[in-house]
Nanobody, 117 residues
Framework: QVQLVESGGGLVQAGGSLRLSCAAS????????MGWYRQGPGKQRELVAS???????SYANSVKGRFTISRDNAKNTIALQMISLEPEDTAVYYC???????????WGQGTQVTVSS
């Protein structure tokens, strides 16, 4: 089992910045890719950014150039630095981790990000 705990959400004005963090505990040695998903009001959950254990990253087109994902394998943490936030970024952000050996996905409880115009 892997437990994920997010922190760092909040309310910010458009153009502002926030940093989200996610700490993993438990059977973390089986985890490869980790990432951030978000679900806005009335929308489906979507992938925002992901990072492999080796540091390869990918981003949704809507956040490229504004969001940066990072990872500390020694501390079992990932972070999402968000700048130039837009009201459209308002969502609950979820941390995700994948175990490639059993194809199991783990989720955090989510953290709310609200961007006011």
């Amino acid at each position: 089992q892997v437990q994920l705990v997010e922190s760092g959400g909040g309310l910010v004005q458009a153009g502002g910045s926030l940093r989200l963090s996610c700490a993993a505990s438990g059977s973390t040695w089986n985890i490869d890719a980790m990432g951030w998903y978000r679900q806005g009001p009335g929308k489906q959950r979507e992938l925002v950014a992901s990072i492999s254990r080796g540091g390869s990253t990918s981003y949704a087109n809507s956040v490229k150039g504004r969001f940066t994902i990072s990872r500390d394998n020694a501390k079992n943490t990932i972070a999402l630095q968000m700048i130039s936030l837009e009201p459209e970024d308002t969502a609950v952000y979820y941390c995700n981790a994948l175990n490639p050996y059993n194809s199991r996905a783990y989720w955090g409880q989510g953290t709310q990000v609200t961007v006011s115009s």
